[in-house]
């Protein structure tokens, strides 16, 4: 309610108090609220945020000198990429062209799927002087996780520190993390300065939903004779959160 609506409906409820003194304070409300019903929003409230980067849109890592020319031509290219996309009979239509810092993005109104993607790297390949080598596959959005494992020793049997190559080692030889790309090597820190227990933080590039970091929460592994969990971890909002956008 604003300042005005407030001041009117006060002024309204002391007009009724006035005409009905003997009343009640509930029963002078009650008839307020019947006299001046309060207006019903419900649809007309617009979202301002969204909780994740959108996923209507596909990135195309590019090289310096071919992204002027795809920007300085844009609404010809979302036409022809349109066209392309209509004679495969995809519903999908590019709606933007736009710069990332390393990328260029095209805003789509609706998730590309594999078919999309590869219409539109063929397009972008077949431009004036783009060479093969010049653009890379299209891809979609990606997001990071964070993820944390516990209970290993930070002192080693052999009396060395546990350090993030000995994870990273670790990782290569076990099927679990086979599908999973570290966005920078783990860190490996004290629990407290009096424990011998390591937490090891490390992040991976995932999809919006986290669906990689779901294959990995809570699973046990084991660290040499150690037994150890991932856990979830709390975002660091420091750093990018898009792979396929930000440096």
């Not at 309204?12 to 001046?36: G, Q």
């Not at 799927?113 to 010049?134: A, P």
């Not at 150890?228 to 990018?240: G, K, L, M, Q």
Request: proline share 6%; charged share 20%; with cysteine.
């Amino acid at each position: 309610m604003s300042y005005a609506q407030a001041t009117n409906a006060a002024a309204s409820i002391l007009k009724i108090k006035e005409a009905f003194p003997v009343l009640s304070n509930n029963k002078i409300l009650e008839i307020h609220d019947t006299a001046f019903p309060k207006p019903d929003n419900k649809g007309h409230r617009i979202q301002h945020t969204t909780k994740s980067l959108s996923k209507k849109q596909a990135i195309i890592p590019i090289s310096d000198k071919i992204k002027d020319i795809i920007i300085e031509e844009a609404n010809t290219h979302v036409f022809q990429i349109n066209m392309l996309l209509k004679s495969t009979k995809s519903m999908m239509r590019a709606e933007f062209i736009y710069l990332c810092p390393r990328d260029v993005s095209i805003n789509t109104n609706s998730v590309p799927n594999t078919s999309n993607l590869n219409t539109i790297e063929k397009y972008l390949k077949l431009i004036n002087s783009t060479g093969n080598d010049e653009v890379l596959a299209p891809q979609l959005p990606q997001s990071k996780s964070y993820l944390k494992i516990t209970s290993i020793p930070y002192i080693q049997p052999n009396g060395n520190k546990l350090t993030s190559d000995d994870i990273t080692t670790t990782m290569k030889y076990l099927e679990l993390f086979e599908p999973m790309n570290l966005t920078v090597k783990p860190r490996v820190v004290k629990a407290s300065p009096k424990s011998n227990i390591a937490i090891i933080w490390f992040d991976i590039w995932d999809s919006q939903n986290s669906s990689k970091a779901k294959l990995l929460i809570n699973h046990s592994f084991n660290f040499g004779k150690y037994i150890t969990t991932i856990r979830a971890t709390n975002i660091n909002p420091r750093v990018s959160q898009c792979h396929n956008c930000w440096k």
